[in-house]
């Protein structure tokens, strides 16, 4: 009995050492190949890596798939980080919608900051330095800053970033557009929509407001003057946008009205004063993005009227047929 008890005592033993020699040299190899670490990547990051030039791949079966010189460019990444992403097209920038049938005299209503435009008038690149601005896209930015003189931690530097986007990328549905940075510019691309005898229409007398918010200022109307169909049938409107120079978006539309409106303004932050508001009305949405700011503002549906004020630098050009009324 004894001696059966003394062999399985050392049966168990030599169990145990085998047991703890393994499991010693299965750390230890653990521990020489160590895991790789626990990184996040996305799909489109992954894909890029998998299908880059240096790869034996030819990935043409992926639509999203950018090729790897763009997803590095660094004028292209700034661009990406520098600018406003609320703004994807020039719509965004629009605001003070209103209803034809709104514009009553006599009638209150409310525009913000009595339609004084917040980026500073700048005058225009000369004809000769305009040749020499860097293309306006996105792959452009670092480029423009340089041209410019613009940090990166710069509030300019984020308004190139979004102007370069803005003029960068393709016309809206039904328009012909152009980012004018010269006088030259600006007049080759109206003439070229409306000829060379036209008439320019522009917001004055936008008082300056103290408030530094984006408020809705109280203003009355007082007069309305309306364009015909005819005048209204293609016109150009030029919207000024924040840059180191002049630089307007200017895009040839159809289908309008134009519209004048005198507004009293209430003196709650200045000397009361008139502006002289210039609006267009579109007479057809159809072909505007179902996302345009009008459609919520004014709860209407895709398609119907619209209207919209222009603030204090944008302007607007028709062939030669006055305001009436």
């Not at 009638?107 to 040749?131: C, E, I, M, W």
């Not at 309008?256 to 209430?266: P, R, W």
């Not at 210039?278 to 209407?300: D, G, Q, Y």
């Amino acid at each position: 009995m004894f001696h059966c008890s003394h062999n399985m005592a050392t049966y168990n033993f030599r169990m145990l050492i085998m047991f703890l020699f393994f499991s010693a040299t299965s750390m230890a190899y653990a521990t020489s190949r160590p895991l790789a670490e626990v990184t996040s990547s996305s799909p489109d990051q992954l894909i890029r890596e998998v299908c880059s030039p240096q790869s034996l791949l030819t990935c043409n079966n992926y639509d999203n798939a950018e090729p790897v010189y763009v997803a590095a460019d660094e004028g292209a990444e700034a661009a990406g980080i520098l600018r406003d992403r609320s703004i994807v097209t020039i719509n965004d920038l629009q605001e003070d919608f209103f209803l034809e049938s709104s514009l009553v005299e006599g009638r209150k209503t409310t525009v913000h900051n009595y339609l004084y435009d917040p980026a500073p008038s700048r005058a225009f690149l000369s004809p000769t330095d305009a040749t020499t601005l860097p293309t306006l896209t996105t792959y452009n930015t670092l480029d423009i800053m340089r041209f410019y003189g613009v940090a990166r931690d710069s509030n300019m530097a984020t308004s190139i970033a979004t102007a370069a986007y803005l003029c960068g990328s393709a016309a809206l549905p039904g328009e012909a557009r152009s980012c004018a940075a010269s006088t030259d510019a600006l007049a080759a691309f109206v003439a070229a929509q409306l000829g060379n005898n036209v008439r320019v229409y522009a917001t004055k007398g936008a008082p300056t407001s103290t408030s530094t918010s984006n408020m809705k200022a109280p203003v009355t109307i007082m007069k309305v003057a309306k364009g015909s169909v005819e005048e209204g049938r293609k016109i150009v409107v030029c919207h000024h946008l924040a840059f180191p120079s002049a630089l307007y978006y200017c895009h040839a539309v159809t289908g309008t009205k134009v519209v004048q409106a005198t507004l009293k303004t209430e003196g709650r932050y200045h000397q009361r004063a008139h502006i002289k508001a210039m609006a267009v009305c579109h007479l057809n949405t159809e072909l505007w993005l179902s996302r345009h700011p009008a459609f919520k503002a004014l709860k209407i549906a895709r398609g119907e009227e619209a209207c919209h004020f222009l603030v204090g630098n944008d302007l607007l050009f028709t062939r030669v047929a006055p305001i009436v009324g």
